[in-house]
């Protein structure tokens, strides 16, 4: 679902004590970054809050207020430090139930699997009045309330969830990208860069330095919703830097 | 310098729209949360923002506000979408300088490199009032202002800043850890650990579930700033794992 003339935004909050500690590396952020591009969704904003009901209600609460759609990893197992649903519910105002179809979902995938204990109906648990979010490999479904996705913190569950909510979310005009690889200080380009990008209104440019090789490069990203325009910002960008003396590699280095 | 008798905590911000669109996986948030562990300080939240004054500004003001540190990453760099030494001197309320002392290291950097062009100059720029975080691999230095420390987004050159900062920050009782692991499911153990966690209530239980070898495993963090009471409820952990039948791996799986 597109709607082009306006810009659809989003927020992440990543909810772990992992990630905080530096146990884990975090990799929803950028597989949610990168999926909710794919939708025509900004991402404005991420926060990773510990497993604190108060933290976590004030991050989704802020942010779901300014953004389109909010989105939650992490915290919905079935152990004691899984706080996100009894969080949200508390955040949205509303109580936590048993969900009938997540119920049902589980006692399905937990037959042959030693049954529906206690602790494994936790994940059944969701604020009233939200729908679910298919889970094809542990059973344990997400969650849909009002304007919040509750997605599993395991990188590869929560992959199943989006891939489960792909072209279900109205989005705007996708941002397009294009990359310039250069060996180029990118000090060395910074006029150009910033000329470049005064020039055509509807274009922004990252520059992005690295080091490898014994050299200094960068990429340069255009992005843009116009298409024509962002064609026109990146040839006029590999005309600046040939004037430079450099070549731009298309795609990046 | 530790101070045991009280909890020092920090955040982090890291600014940069690649992070937000998904095109660069961010790597600083588990290595300076890994790092501020062994400081003795804790990670409390961290957020990520785009290369947007007003976003970069509230996040700042808002989490300095409520911890004894503030990090930020990423937007240090010459060219025109490096805003984050602006946008911070907003947020402190004072003007941007020419740090001296940051300039003199630029110009000695440069010597053989081309010169201190106006771009590179660029980085010589603080909050007024600051002082400089040595940069040992490209010149530009990072800024200590106040409770904010602003590094860069490059993760090796994030790493030399922290480095050259270890041990000049004031911390508390380091929280220590132990991590057992176990082939088996969390829903299993639930009520385990809620039980042990409540006996030792200065030690939290943090499960991390994984499926792996075709089997379903998890590891159990305990962690507390007591090595006492943190070894006598692995003790307990392990005990109530072998009650159950089931063998804890000292150190994780």
Same mark, same amino acid.
């Given at each position: 679902?597109? /709607? #082009?003339?306006?810009? +659809?935004?989003?927020?992440?909050? @990543?909810? !772990? &004590?992992?990630?905080?500690?530096?146990?884990?590396?975090?990799? /929803?952020?950028?597989?949610?970054?990168?999926?909710?591009?794919?939708? !025509?969704?900004? $991402?404005?904003?991420?926060?990773? @809050?510990?497993?604190?009901?108060?933290?976590?209600?004030?991050?989704?609460?802020? $942010?779901?207020? *300014?953004?389109?759609?909010?989105?939650?990893?992490?915290?919905?197992?079935?152990?004691?430090?899984?706080?996100? @649903?009894?969080?949200?519910?508390? #955040? $949205? %105002?509303?109580?936590?139930?048993?969900?009938?179809?997540?119920?049902?979902?589980?006692?399905?995938?937990?037959?042959?699997?030693?049954?529906?204990?206690?602790?494994?109906?936790?994940?059944?648990?969701?604020?009233?009045?939200?729908?679910?979010?298919?889970? *094809?490999?542990?059973?344990?479904? !997400?969650?849909?309330?009002? /304007?919040?996705?509750?997605?599993?913190?395991?990188?590869?569950?929560?992959? %199943?969830? $989006?891939?489960?909510?792909? %072209?279900?979310?109205?989005? %705007?005009?996708?941002?397009?990208?294009?990359?310039?690889?250069?060996? @180029?200080?990118?000090?060395?380009?910074?006029?150009?860069? *910033? #000329?470049?990008?005064? #020039? +055509?209104? /509807?274009?922004?440019?990252?520059? +992005?330095?690295?080091?490898?090789?014994? *050299?200094?490069?960068?990429?340069?990203?255009?992005?843009?919703? &116009?298409?024509?325009?962002?064609?026109?910002?990146?040839?006029?960008?590999?005309?600046?830097?040939?004037?430079?003396?450099?070549?731009?590699?298309? !795609?990046?280095?």
């Amino acid at each position: 679902m597109s /709607n #082009a003339s306006r810009i +659809y935004t989003a927020a992440l909050v @990543v909810i !772990g &004590d992992e990630i905080l500690s530096g146990r884990t590396h975090d990799k /929803n952020i950028a597989q949610v970054a990168a999926w909710l591009q794919i939708q !025509g969704i900004r $991402l404005k904003e991420v926060r990773v @809050v510990a497993d604190e009901t108060p933290a976590i209600v004030e991050a989704v609460n802020t $942010l779901r207020a *300014r953004n389109d759609y909010l989105f939650t990893t992490g915290g919905i197992g079935p152990t004691h430090d899984d706080i996100t @649903v009894d969080a949200i519910a508390e #955040a $949205l %105002g509303v109580p936590v139930i048993v969900h009938p179809e997540a119920r049902a979902i589980l006692e399905d995938y937990y037959t042959t699997r030693g049954g529906l204990t206690e602790a494994r109906l936790r994940m059944a648990r969701t604020p009233e009045g939200a729908s679910l979010i298919p889970n *094809r490999y542990t059973g344990a479904p !997400g969650i849909h309330a009002e /304007n919040v996705f509750i997605m599993a913190g395991v990188p590869s569950i929560t992959a %199943g969830m $989006l891939d489960a909510l792909t %072209g279900t979310l109205e989005g %705007g005009a996708p941002l397009l990208s294009e990359t310039l690889g250069c060996w @180029v200080g990118e000090s060395e380009v910074a006029e150009l860069l *910033r #000329a470049t990008e005064k #020039a +055509y209104v /509807n274009c922004q440019i990252g520059s +992005y330095p690295f080091w490898g090789e014994g *050299r200094t490069g960068a990429n340069f990203v255009i992005r843009s919703t &116009d298409a024509g325009e962002l064609a026109a910002c990146t040839q006029a960008l590999v005309e600046g830097l040939r004037a430079l003396g450099r070549d731009a590699v298309p !795609g990046g280095i």
